[in-house]
C-alpha cells in the first residue's frame, strides 16, 4: 500500500476530527494516548518553530512514535525559504502533514513576526505555502484565525482564504475568533474574543473547494457531528479532547468516522503500560507521560482516585507503572 492511499497516512481523511497543536500538552506521549482512545483522528504535534528546526538544529523536536500516524506537524515561521526547509525536515522525519500556525498570538511569537500576526499578511502567508508546497509532497495546511485586533473578519477572512488558497493550500482550520494581539494573554485569547461559527459557516457557502475544519470551544463529539452535519468538513477540538480525552475520543472512530470499535479508558491505561516502561528505561520519567493521563477517567467514578494518586506519586523517586495500576485499582474498585 502507497503512503497516500494507507488511511494510517492520509491526514485529509483523519480530518474530519482532529486533536488541535498545543504547546506543552500536545507532545509525543500524549499523541501515543490520544492515538490508543482513536485510531483516526488527527493528531497535531505542538508548534515547532522552522528557526529551531533549520537554524538551531533541533532535530530531535521531530522524534515521534510510529504508532501516532496519521500525525501532522505544525511548523511556526515566517520566512518563507526557512520554512519550506523546515517542511522538508518534517517530511524526511515522516508527517503526515506540515501546517502552518496563523494563530497563535503569544508575545514570544509575534515578536519572531509569526503566528496569529501573520493575518495582516496574507501575501507572505502565500508565499509562505508557495515554498513549502514546492519543498514537499505531503500536504500543506494553515491554521488561521477570523482575524486579529480591528480588522473586520467579514472581509479579511475571505481575503485570506482566498489568497492562501490560490498558494497552493487546499485544507484550513479556522479557530473562530479573533486574537487581539495586544493586552490579553495567550489564555485570555483563547476565551474572551466571542467565537463566530456562523462566519465559519459562511466561508464554506463562498469557498466550496476548500476543505475547511472548524476551531474553537467545541467541547463534545454531539457538537462536532452537528458542524460536520451542517457542511464542515473537519471539526478540531482542543482543550476538552486534552482534558477529557476519553469523552472526545473513544466513541470518535465510530461516530465521526463510521468504521472501528469503542475504545475503553481502562484498557487504554494498561495498554500505556508497556509504552511507560519502554520510555523509563530510556530514562525518562513517569510523570513525563502520566500527567497527560491524568483526565482519562474524567466524569467518571473513581476519577478524582486516579488523578490524585497519579499526580501526588508519579514525581517521586523511583515511581513506575506500578504507580498506574495502583490509581487503575482504585478507579476499578470505584466503578464496581
Ligand atoms: C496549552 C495550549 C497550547 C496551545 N498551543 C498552540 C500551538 O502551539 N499552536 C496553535 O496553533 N495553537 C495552540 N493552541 C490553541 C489551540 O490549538 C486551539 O486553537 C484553541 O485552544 C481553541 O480550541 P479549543 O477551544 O478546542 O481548545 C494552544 C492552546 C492551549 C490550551
Wanted: net charge negative.
Amino acid at each position: 500500500m502507497t503512503r497516500v492511499t494507507d488511511p494510517k497516512h492520509n491526514a485529509k481523511l483523519a480530518a474530519r476530527l482532529s486533536v488541535a497543536p498545543m504547546m506543552d500538552w500536545t507532545d509525543r506521549h500524549c499523541r501515543y494516548l490520544h492515538r490508543l482512545l482513536s485510531a483516526r483522528t488527527l493528531l497535531y504535534t505542538e508548534m515547532v518553530t522552522a528557526p529551531a528546526l533549520v537554524r538551531g538544529g533541533a532535530l530531535h523536536l521531530l522524534d515521534f512514535s510510529a504508532a501516532e500516524h496519521p500525525v501532522a506537524l505544525q511548523l511556526g515561521g515566517s520566512d518563507p525559504e526557512e520554512l519550506a526547509a523546515a517542511a522538508r525536515l518534517g517530511q524526511q522525519a515522516g508527517y503526515d502533514e506540515i501546517n502552518l500556525n496563523c494563530g497563535c498570538p503569544s508575545d514570544r511569537v509575534q515578536s519572531g513576526t509569526f503566528g496569529a500576526v501573520l493575518m495582516k499578511d496574507p501575501a507572505r502567508v502565500a508565499e509562505c505555502v508557495a515554498a513549502m508546497r514546492e519543498a514537499v509532497d505531503v500536504e500543506v495546511t494553515v491554521k488561521c484565525r477570523i482575524g486579529v485586533d480591528d480588522q473586520q473578519p467579514e472581509e479579511v477572512l475571505p481575503e485570506f482564504l482566498s489568497r492562501v488558497g490560490a498558494a497552493g493550500c487546499s485544507r484550513f482550520i479556522i479557530h473562530a475568533r479573533k486574537a487581539w494581539l495586544q493586552g490579553l494573554s495567550p489564555k485570555e485569547n483563547r476565551d474572551i474574543p466571542p467565537l463566530d461559527y456562523d462566519l465559519v459557516m459562511r466561508m464554506r457557502g463562498y469557498f466550496g473547494g476548500l476543505h475547511l475544519s472548524v476551531n474553537g470551544g467545541i467541547v463534545s463529539l454531539e457538537q462536532a457531528e452537528r458542524f460536520l452535519d451542517a457542511g464542515l468538513d473537519g471539526v478540531m477540538v482542543g482543550r476538552a479532547a486534552y482534558h477529557d480525552p476519553a469523552g472526545l475520543l473513544a466513541q470518535a472512530d465510530r461516530r465521526i468516522f463510521g468504521a472501528g470499535e469503542d475504545s475503553d479508558a481502562v484498557a487504554v491505561a494498561r495498554a500505556m503500560l508497556p509504552y511507560i516502561e519502554t520510555h523509563l528505561a530510556s530514562g525518562g520519567k513517569l510523570a513525563q507521560v502520566t500527567r497527560h493521563m491524568l483526565g482519562l477517567f474524567a466524569g467518571r467514578p473513581g476519577a478524582r482516585h486516579w488523578r490524585r494518586i497519579l499526580s501526588e506519586g508519579a514525581h517521586r523517586p523511583g515511581a513506575g507503572p506500578e504507580l498506574v495500576e495502583q490509581a487503575l485499582g482504585a478507579v476499578t474498585e470505584q466503578a464496581a
